[in-house]
């Protein structure tokens, strides 16, 4: 491994076999488990739409989340770096796969839209537009091939 590399493993298992396998379309189950050495598992499935439990996150929800956690992080940093003292974050992302006519599809877009909590009236304007900063630094967002855009709030709250 190189020393600017970073390396992830986990291990994805299928849990939906009912019995008959992949015997037909509607004879298996989704489901599976996604596990990585320290955090506790994740159970997840396919979208209902296509034959999943709506109980379980399915892999177009985690990469959504993925994408919504790095511009997080890269946010809180580059708002560090800038001297904005944020105090909470919360995003409420959305995104939109378009299906082709094969019954195959992709990620279109994606919109996060955060809400910021700073402590300087002053720095509101800098705070909302470090989100274009922290959308070039996301690892994430720099290895999709969809846009993901920003429709950030910033609110400021002055520590009591």
């Known amino acids: 491994m190189q ?12 849990t939906g076999n009912l019995g008959e396998g992949t015997s037909g379309y509607r004879s298996y189950s989704r489901d599976h488990v996604v596990n990585a050495d320290g955090p506790p598992e994740i159970i ?3 979208d209902p739409a296509f034959v999943g439990d709506k109980s379980r996150w399915n892999p177009e929800q985690l990469l959504l989340a993925a994408a919504a956690q790095c511009h997080m992080l890269s ?12 105090t909470a974050y919360e995003d409420h992302a959305e ?14 877009s994606a919109t ?7 402590t300087d009236p002053d720095k509101q304007e800098l705070a909302a537009s470090l989100h274009h900063e922290a959308g ?10 969809f846009p993901i855009a920003h429709e950030p709030h910033v609110v400021v709250e002055v520590p009591a």
């Open 75 to 86: 946010y809180l940093y580059v708002a560090s770096k800038a001297g904005i003292v944020v």
């Open 95 to 108: 995104g939109t796969v378009a299906m082709s006519p094969d019954g195959s599809g992709h990620f279109a």
């Open 112 to 118: 996060l839209h955060p809400q910021v909590t700073i």
């Open 3 to 14: 020393p600017n590399e970073h390396h992830y493993d986990l291990t994805v298992r299928w």
């Open 44 to 46: 997840a499935s396919s």
């Open 136 to 145: 070039q630094v996301c690892f994430i967002a720099r290895s999709v091939n």
